[in-house]
């Protein structure tokens, strides 16, 4: 694969990755907003399942070479900070 292929790529499942983040961001928000229970457990059970499913994404990515595991674990950070905000806002209500 020439290196603009492999740029491309690169570029694309950032693109990608960062969506489903996003996504998951947004979720989160719209908890913190609400302010609803974050022990619900279908929040938990979806929240997790989606937090599970873009860690697996990246992992993948960086097996392809697609992405910096450095990269990717500060995807997943961000989304962790932003889980932890909830669960504070939640228990200072």
């Known amino acids: ?3 603009k292929s ?4 690169q570029e694309k499942a950032l693109e990608l990755l ?3 983040a996003d996504k998951i961001a947004q979720l989160i928000r719209v908890q ?5 229970m974050p022990q619900c457990p279908l929040y938990e059970e979806v929240l997790d399942t989606q937090m599970f499913g873009l860690s697996r994404e990246i992992d993948f990515a960086v097996k392809l070479g697609l ?3 450095e990269k990717g674990r500060e995807i997943l ?3 962790e900070k ?6 504070d806002a939640f228990t200072k209500k």
Not at 6 to 9: L, R
Not at 82 to 87: G, K, N, V
Request: aromatic share 4%; hydrophobic share 35%.
């Open 1 to 3: 694969m020439d290196t």
């Open 6 to 9: 492999q740029s491309s790529y």
């Open 18 to 20: 960062i969506a489903d």
């Open 32 to 36: 913190m907003e609400n302010l609803t």
């Open 67 to 69: 992405l910096e595991r």
């Open 77 to 79: 950070d961000s989304l």
């Open 82 to 87: 932003e889980l932890s905000a909830l669960h």
